[in-house]
Each structure stands twice: as C-alpha cells, then as structure tokens.
C-alpha cells in the first residue's frame, strides 16, 4: 500500500488528514516536532480505522531531522503522498513591535522547513529519479492574500512564500509524475488561535466570512486528501482556498 507522510500531523489540520488518509486506505507517517503523547493518539486513531501508521519526532526546519524522517516513513512502502503540512504562528502583534527571534523562528519551520520537506520530495518521489511518482499538498493559509495586518503579517508572508513553492515545484516536477497543489485554510476552528493569545479570534472574526461560519479541520483535510489522490489528477500548481469565501 501507499505511504502518506503527514508533518505537522499530530494536531489541527495535519491530525484530521492522518485520520481521513487512513479511511481512504493509506498508510501514514505522523510527524510532529514534540508532543509524542499527541501524535500517537493519531496513531492509535489510525490504526483503529484499520490502517498502519507511525509517529516519528523530526523538526522540520533541521535537514537531518527530515531526511531521517523521509528514511523512516519509506521503510512502511513507498511514499507518494507528502503533506507538507507542519508551521507555527506567533502572538498577535502589529510588524513594528514584531522581535526578531520570533520572525525567524516563523521563517525557519514555515519556509524553510516547507523547502527542506519538498526538496526531499523532490529528490525521492519523481519517476524520472528512480521513484514511484504521487502527489505533494502545501498547507498554505489564506493570509497569504489577506496579508493578516496587526496580527500575523509575519505569517502571511511565509504563507506567501509556500505558495510560490507550490507553483514553481509544481511546474518542475509535472512532467515527472508528481503533482504539487496547495490549500488556503481561512478561519478555521483548531488551537491555533489559542496558541496566539487570541483564544476570542474565531468569534471575533466571524462576521467576515461570507459563509457566517468558521470551517473545521476535517473539512480541510477532505481537500488535503482529494488532492492527495487519483481524484485530482489533473491539477498541479493550483491553490484552493478553503475559507467560506472570505
């Protein structure tokens, strides 16, 4: 069977994608960068749901860290799915009074980590590379075009490099049997907005979204895994926001 590998998998998004991958019959690789009792909880979720899986430690912004990674989820089967997925925020606050370590820390697991976990993709999953083919999904966000101003501009901007990635990845790998598409989550109901000091965020935001309503993690993940599948199997380069029309 096929492998999906998950980073970011044990919480939010990446914790519903592990779930719904596994129903529609993948095996999958929970990456996490800390908490082990999180994503073996996923683990056990996906293994109740009658699939395999494992959780393996790895930060994604140390190369090491994502090659053993890679060298661990291709022990279970070939991979040809990568849900570069994993990505930190931090507290609310206007780009002025923004500290440089915190700025860096966002660079380093969104961007740079987004890069480290594609490249290694992309140097293991394209047909012409020896590999079996398949598809990558970014985990983008949809401040990548709302610019996210007095709270995380820090963030939009590594959300707008992860979709250059994604369309620039996209068109170099087409022709090799792998296909690369993002999703933009809007607001969308997971810790995330907890973990920035703004426990209020969805309620207080809500009335911007023309759906009235703030999205749930599954319904991201049910884009995430289409993408990952045959059903998408002409789309690559594509960025589909998942944000209630906002």
């Not at 440089?100 to 590379?129: H, K, L, S």
């Not at 309620?203 to 289409?226: C, F, T, Y």
Request: glycine letters at 12%; hydrophobic letters at 50%; one cysteine or more.
């Amino acid at each position: 069977m096929s492998v999906m590998l998950v980073t970011g998998g044990s919480r939010g998004i990446g914790a519903a994608t592990c779930k719904l991958a596994a129903e529609a019959g993948w095996q999958v690789v929970v990456n996490y960068a800390a908490n082990k009792a999180a994503a073996d909880a996923v683990v056990a979720e996906v293994n109740a749901a009658g699939a395999q899986a494992i959780a393996i430690q790895g930060d994604v912004s140390n190369e090491a860290d994502v090659v053993a990674m890679y060298d661990a989820a291709e022990a279970l089967g070939p991979v040809t799915a990568v849900i570069v997925n994993a990505g930190i925020i931090g507290q609310i606050s206007t780009v002025a009074e923004m500290e440089t370590d915190r700025i860096r820390r966002v660079m380093d697991v969104n961007v740079m980590g987004a890069f480290f976990v594609a490249r290694e993709a992309a140097r293991r999953m394209p047909v012409n590379r020896g590999g079996p083919g398949g598809a990558i999904v970014v985990t983008s966000s949809a401040a990548a075009r709302l610019g996210s101003p007095n709270e995380f501009v820090d963030y939009a901007a590594s959300k707008g490099a992860t979709d250059t990635l994604t369309m620039g990845l996209a068109k170099e790998l087409a022709p090799h049997g792998v296909r690369v598409n993002a999703v933009r989550p809007g607001l969308i109901e997971t810790e995330i907005h907890a973990s920035a000091g703004a426990p209020d965020r969805v309620e207080r935001l809500m009335s911007g979204v023309p759906m009235a309503r703030a999205g749930s993690a599954e319904e991201v993940a049910k884009v995430i895994v289409w993408l990952a599948g045959d059903g998408a199997s002409y789309m690559s380069g594509t960025c589909v926001d998942v944000a209630g029309g906002r």
